[in-house]
């Protein structure tokens, strides 16, 4: 096993968290948000012993309703604004907010959008802007007045996507200009992410005061109908007219035969690094004010990365480029120096990938599906070279674990039982659970729906490839009873990761 100075990557030794999004919390308005039912469960996890919270990127989602394909990368999402809060401060009435109640089972998307910001424009219509709101608004001027410009143009242009505006507003440079033309609803979208901002960090300050830390999520990419691409085109291969000359995705797998073609524009990382890395580091600044902790999503993509002819129907005509991995992590460290970064090593990972993740000392990820695919896999925790790694049970992407192992091939599932004992009593899932929980990984991570024991049909968040029905899950209103509590908490003291405070 390779000694390294977990305690200086993480900030603790050998404990345990529950992955669980932000809009699968419960809530009786259609999304989950920053509410009372977030603080019940930075209750539960206290209770449960559990270290750490994470979270999906809190960024706003557009179409097809994922948060790793993002309008903007700075900004929050402005469903996960509590509407209850507003009615505390006096700015949303009563009837209003029974009105915007809903129970739905899934989260509605398409509901929200038209609802929502009705909602949310009642509120602002009310609010009297004081010191506080212009205080966030100087603070972070560098991104906001881009992006409420942004914002008030998509409203303009009735959402359309910004390549299709006319020129004196497809051309940031010249929106600019006409600013003050569109102040009234900039500042509309400025007070969305001042309230998104204040009751985050409340949530956030309460966590911190029962001792639980946040990872956040930061996905390597960004939309190509997004803020980020509209103000600075010149840092993505784009061509005169703005349309992306290639895109990123993934190679064909053993798991998709014509790869996964996501659409992102591709960054140029030529540039990028003549600049210093500075637009990579605004970001990672900027994710830091909101997490503790920072998940970089694909993080292969920073070693090589696949890039596929725009226009192409599928990700089977691509080829991999060389990215500057190592120039960019040491700007970051040096920039910031105290970031704790957790490493999404997953997919085709090859050796550039490894000494890449070696390079930069983060620790790794170990999903246990992928353990039992053949004998003596790197993801088996008996396996594991080093403690200074995150196990999971299984990820947003992945089967419900319950889903999984009743899904198994007879090799693999001959494979489970052989490393996986199965405890009188608990459930197969809940095995998995512990095996992760009992290896030398330095944080154990489990997602909310497998200490539910749910299927895929109940609790499947997201299947990559499949463009609809994705990021819906919602938790039951009741899903925290005494017994979960007490199952869970004791499966943490079982595997000594139990954390008391101290």
């Known amino acids: 096993m390779t000694k390294t100075n977990t305690l200086?990557?993480?900030?603790f030794k050998r404990k345990s968290g529950i992955l669980m999004h932000v809009s699968s919390l419960p809530s009786p308005y259609g999304i989950g948000n920053f509410g009372k039912h977030a603080y019940q469960f930075v209750d539960f996890l206290s209770q449960t012993g559990q270290k750490c919270w994470q979270v999906l990127p809190l960024n706003p989602t557009t179409y097809g309703d994922s948060p790793y394909q993002s309008p903007a990368a700075l900004a929050g999402n402005p469903y996960f604004i509590d509407?209850?809060?507003l009615y505390e401060q006096k700015l949303l009435t009563k009837k209003e907010l029974k009105l915007s109640r809903d129970t739905s089972v899934r989260v509605d998307y398409g509901k929200l959008f038209n609802t929502r910001y009705e909602l949310l424009r009642k509120a602002y219509n009310r609010y009297k802007a004081d010191d506080k709101f212009f205080a966030f608004c100087r603070k972070n001027k560098k991104w906001l007045e881009d992006y409420s410009l942004f914002m008030a143009l998509k409203v303009k242009y009735n959402h359309c996507h910004w390549t299709l505006w006319q020129e004196?507003?497809?051309?940031?440079?010249?929106?600019?200009?006409?600013a003050t033309l569109h102040k009234e609803e900039m500042d509309f979208w400025k007070w969305i992410q001042f309230v998104f901002k204040t009751q985050w960090d409340a949530l956030k300050d309460y966590a911190h005061q029962k001792g639980i830390l946040i990872i956040g999520d930061m996905p390597i990419y960004v939309a190509h109908d997004s803020v980020d691409v509209w103000k600075d085109p010149s840092q993505f291969l784009l061509d005169d007219d703005y349309v992306p000359t290639?895109?990123?995705?993934?190679?064909?797998?053993?798991?998709?035969?014509?790869?996964?073609?996501?659409?992102?524009?591709?960054?140029d990382w030529e540039k990028m690094k003549q600049q210093g890395f500075s637009w990579w580091i605004e970001r990672v600044k900027e994710s830091f004010k909101l997490y503790d902790i920072l998940r970089i999503d694909h993080f292969r993509g920073f070693s090589s990365f696949y890039s596929i002819p725009?226009?192409?129907?599928?990700?089977?005509?691509?080829?991999w480029n060389t990215a500057f991995g190592k120039e960019l992590f040491d700007a970051v460290k040096k920039a910031v120096p105290k970031a704790k970064i957790i490493a999404e090593d997953l997919g085709f990972v090859s050796q550039d990938v490894r000494e890449l993740l070696q390079y930069t000392g983060f620790p790794g990820m170990k999903i246990l599906q992928f353990a039992f695919g053949e004998d003596d896999a790197e993801y088996l925790p008996r396996m594991y070279k080093t403690e200074n790694c995150i196990v999971y049970s299984g990820s947003h992407d992945?089967?419900?674990?319950?889903?999984?192992?009743?899904e198994l091939d007879e090799r693999s599932c001959a494979r489970l039982d052989r490393e996986c004992w199965n405890v009188v009593g608990q459930t197969r899932t809940y095995d998995v659970i512990e095996l992760g929980m009992k290896s030398i990984?330095?944080?154990?991570?489990?997602?909310?729906?497998?200490?539910?024991?749910?299927?895929?049909?109940?609790?499947r968040m997201n299947?990559?490839?499949?463009?609809?029905?994705?990021w819906q899950w919602r938790a039951n209103a009741k899903y925290i009873t005494p017994v979960l509590t007490q199952k869970v908490a004791d499966m943490t003291k079982k595997c000594r990761r139990f954390y008391n405070g101290k």
């Open 8 to 11: 200086a990557n993480f900030g």
């Open 441 to 459: 990984a330095n944080l154990a991570v489990v997602p909310m729906q497998d200490y539910l024991n749910l299927t895929n049909e109940q609790g």
């Open 310 to 319: 725009y226009g192409e129907p599928n990700a089977v005509n691509g080829r």
């Open 168 to 178: 004196q507003d497809k051309n940031a440079t010249l929106a600019r200009k006409n």
């Open 398 to 406: 992945s089967d419900c674990t319950t889903s999984w192992h009743q």
């Open 463 to 470: 299947v990559p490839s499949v463009p609809d029905g994705n």
């Open 83 to 85: 509407p209850e809060l």
């Open 246 to 267: 290639v895109v990123a995705g993934c190679p064909p797998d053993p798991f998709s035969k014509d790869g996964q073609l996501w659409g992102n524009p591709i960054y």
